[in-house]
């Protein structure tokens, strides 16, 4: 029983692999340079503070995630993203908020998962530059702003980090 138990969950993970892999492909590649793809749309993004942020690496490495409030796979993952942010003072966190209708979506996203890490208003030019096509995604940038990782779907703390090192 335990062995049967065993395979079904072998299988399982191989196959949320494949499909996490597959999914993928869609996103940017590795080992390119940020500013060579997405440099107008990373430059002066609206916060959710009524400030700008720069979506590329300001000398550490960071974690730019794109969610939707609606996506409930985004509620159940973003709580890794925080706890990883709160541990690791050498990783930066920007969450990118797209597909959202109204502002107080992203508001009450932010209030009912107690987010500490900037929100930046994502637009279509962002999610376009980024080859977003699902949530949730993110990109890991590099100090020297090179994608180093990226991943879409769910992701448990240890794999956002194992992903950010």
């Known amino acids: 029983?335990?062995?049967?138990?065993?395979?079904?969950?072998?299988?399982?993970?191989?196959?949320?692999?494949?499909?996490?892999?597959?999914?993928?492909?869609?996103?940017?590649?590795?080992?390119?340079?940020?500013?060579?793809?997405?440099?107008?749309?990373?430059?002066?993004?609206?916060?959710?503070?009524?400030?700008?942020?720069?979506?590329?690496?300001?000398?550490?490495?960071?974690?730019?995630?794109?969610?939707?409030?609606?996506?409930?796979?985004?509620?159940?993952?973003?709580?890794?993203?925080?706890?990883?942010?709160e541990k690791n003072e050498n990783l930066d966190v920007i969450a990118v908020a797209l597909d959202y209708t109204r502002i107080d979506e992203v508001t009450n996203f932010t209030r009912q998962h107690q987010l500490t890490f900037p929100i930046a208003l994502g637009n279509e030019a962002i999610k376009h530059a980024f080859s977003i096509s699902g949530y949730p995604s993110y990109y890991v940038i590099s100090e020297e702003n090179t994608i180093i990782g990226k991943s879409m779907g769910y992701s448990s703390e240890l794999g956002l980090y194992l992903r950010s090192l």
């Open 1 to 85: 029983m335990l062995r049967s138990f065993a395979i079904q969950a072998l299988i399982f993970l191989v196959v949320f692999q494949g499909i996490s892999l597959l999914r993928e492909t869609s996103m940017l590649s590795t080992d390119v340079e940020l500013t060579a793809i997405a440099s107008q749309a990373t430059r002066n993004v609206p916060t959710l503070m009524g400030e700008t942020i720069n979506l590329a690496s300001q000398g550490k490495t960071t974690v730019i995630y794109f969610f939707a409030p609606w996506c409930q796979v985004c509620h159940v993952s973003i709580g890794n993203l925080q706890s990883l942010y």
